[in-house]
C-alpha cells in the first residue's frame, strides 16, 4: 500500500522545532519533503552544539551536527536558496509551482514583504497549499511581535498554570511546548487541507498563530473562570478529582514513581499496600471528595512511606495490588526501555558524518503504514543539484554561476 502523500510535494522554509515537525510528519506519510535554507540565513538549530560520541568529538562542520537538527530533519532533503537576492525569489516561485504545499514560520509578514505570499504562489500553483505558522498570526493589534516558544505560551496563560499549589507561578523552566503544541496542530490542519483539495482541487491559505493554539488547549482552564469566576493557578502535580496524585521519591537518591488514585478502588489498593494504617481508614478519606479535601496531609503520609522502598519494590507491591504507578524513568533508562524497544520508537539511520544514528521515530502507528525513518537529515544543500538541475531544469553553467554569486 502507497502511503497516504505518496505523490506530494512539500517545500518547508519552517526552522527550528514547529515547521520541522510539520516537514518530517508529512514526510514520513509519504510527501517528498524539500527544506530550504541559506548558508547566510541557516536553520538555527544547526547551531545548538557538537555532540561528544563514544568520549570523541565527530569531526565535520559544526553546523552538519546539531542532533538536534538531525532528528527534527530526518527524511528530509535540503537546499540552500538566498530569498534576499532577486533571482533567488524567482527559484523560489518556480519551485513552489512543482510542489502541492508550501510550509513557514518565519514572523508575520516576512513573506509578503519578500512578494512570497500565498497570493504569488497561489498565481504559479492555483490549488496549492500554504500553511503560515507565525507567532501571532498575521493580523490583528500583536502583528509583529517576535519571540520564541516561551513567549506565546506566557502570553496563552498556560505559564500561570505551571507551579506549586499555593504558590508564584514558576512557568514551564526554558521548555518551549508551544513549538511542539502548534507544530502538531499545523499537522491536522495540513492534512485536512489536503483533503480538501483532493475533494475540490481547492487550495488553502492556513494563517497558525501559535499563541491561539496555546490557548486551545486551556479550555479546561477557561471554562472553570467562566463558571466560578476564580482564576486558576498553578495546582503542582495535583489533580481536580484524583488523590493522591503525584510524584513521590523512593529509597535510591533521585528515584521517584507516579501514583495517581482515580477512584476508590485505586484508594482501597493503597490503603493495603501501606498496610492500611488507623490515618487511611477514617470515614472521611473513603470518597474522592473527603480525600481532595485533605490532600496535603495524604501525600503527606505517602511521601513519608515511598521513602521507605527502593523504586522496583515499590512499584511491584503496588502493581499487585493494582493501583496506578509507573517509575519516573532516568534519561539513561530510555534507550533500552522495553516498551520503546517493542513498538520501534528508536530507529537508526546512517549520517554521512556522524555515523549510525539513533533518532526517534513518530510515536503513533496507523494501520496499513508502516513507517520508518528512511534518511537522515540532510546536509547543508545536499540537494541542490537534484532540485535545482533535475525539478527546474536549470543548466550546468547557470548552477555554477548562480553558487558563485551565493544566491544556491
Known amino acids: 500500500m502507497n502511503p497516504p502523500l505518496a505523490g506530494y510535494r512539500v517545500l518547508n522554509l519552517g526552522r527550528v522545532w514547529t515547521g520541522p515537525i510539520v516537514g518530517y510528519t508529512l514526510a514520513a506519510l ?22 561528544t560520541i563514544a568520549g570523541k568529538r565527530p569531526e565535520g562542520e559544526p553546523q552538519e551536527l546539531s542532533m538536534f537538527f538531525h532528528n527534527h530533519n530526518r ?13 533567488g525569489r524567482e527559484l523560489m516561485l518556480a519551485l513552489a509551482a512543482k510542489c ?4 513557514e514560520n518565519f514572523g508575520s509578514g516576512v513573506m ?40 506565546f505560551s506566557s502570553l496563552s496563560g498556560l505559564e500561570s498554570l505551571v507551579g506549586y499549589d499555593n504558590e508564584e507561578a514558576q512557568g514551564m523552566l526554558s521548555f518551549g511546548l508551544s513549538d511542539p503544541n ?36 486551556l479550555g479546561e482552564a477557561m471554562l472553570e473562570w467562566q463558571f466560578t469566576g476564580q482564576a486558576p493557578g498553578p495546582r503542582g502535580n495535583g489533580h481536580r478529582t484524583h488523590c493522591p496524585h503525584g510524584i513521590f521519591p523512593c529509597r535510591e537518591p533521585g528515584c521517584w514513581v507516579a501514583i495517581a488514585v482515580e477512584c476508590d478502588a485505586h484508594w482501597n489498593g493503597l490503603r493495603q499496600a501501606m498496610g492500611d494504617p488507623p490515618w487511611a481508614r477514617e470515614p472521611a478519606l473513603q470518597s474522592a471528595q473527603g480525600r481532595g479535601q485533605d ?32 517509575p519516573v524513568l532516568q534519561v539513561e533508562e530510555l534507550d533500552d526501555h522495553p516498551q520503546f524497544s517493542e513498538r520501534g520508537l528508536y530507529q537508526e539511520v546512517e549520517h554521512p558524518l556522524m555515523g549510525t544514528e539513533r533518532l526517534v521515530a513518530l510515536p ?37 554561476k548562480l553558487g558563485e554569486d551565493g544566491v544556491i
Open 75 to 87: 527524511d528530509c532533503l535540503g537546499i540552500t536558496l538566498n530569498l534576499k537576492t532577486e533571482r
Open 30 to 51: 509519504g510527501a517528498e519533503v524539500i527544506k530550504l535554507e541559506h548558508e547566510s540565513s541557516p536553520d538555527v538549530t544547526r547551531l545548538l552544539g557538537r555532540p
Open 182 to 217: 502548534a507544530g502538531a496542530q499545523a499537522v491536522f490542519a495540513v492534512l485536512a487541507a489536503v483533503f480538501h483539495h483532493q475533494e475540490t482541487g481547492q487550495g488553502q491559505y492556513i494563517d497558525m498563530s501559535q499563541l491561539e493554539a496555546g490557548m486551545a488547549v
Open 100 to 103: 502541492n504545499v508550501v510550509l
Open 295 to 326: 490532600r496535603e496531609r495524604i501525600e503527606r503520609e505517602l511521601d513519608d512511606w515511598c521513602r521507605k522502598f527502593p523504586r522496583d519494590e515499590l512499584l511491584r507491591k503496588l502493581g499487585k495490588l493494582d493501583v496506578p504507578a509507573k
Open 112 to 151: 509578503e514583504r519578500l512578494g512570497l505570499g500565498y497570493h504569488a504562489l497561489a498565481q504559479v500553483r492555483p490549488g496549492i497549499i500554504v500553511a503560515a505558522i507565525s507567532g501571532v498570526g498575521q493580523d490583528g493589534p500583536l502583528t509583529g511581535l517576535r519571540g520564541y516558544a516561551p513567549v
Open 364 to 400: 503513533w502507528k496507523m494501520s496499513g503504514l508502516a513507517h520508518s525513518i528512511r534518511k537522515a537529515a540532510p546536509l547543508m544543500g545536499e540537494d541542490n543539484r537534484y532540485v535545482f538541475m533535475k525539478l527546474l531544469g536549470m543548466g550546468q553553467e547557470e548552477f555554477d
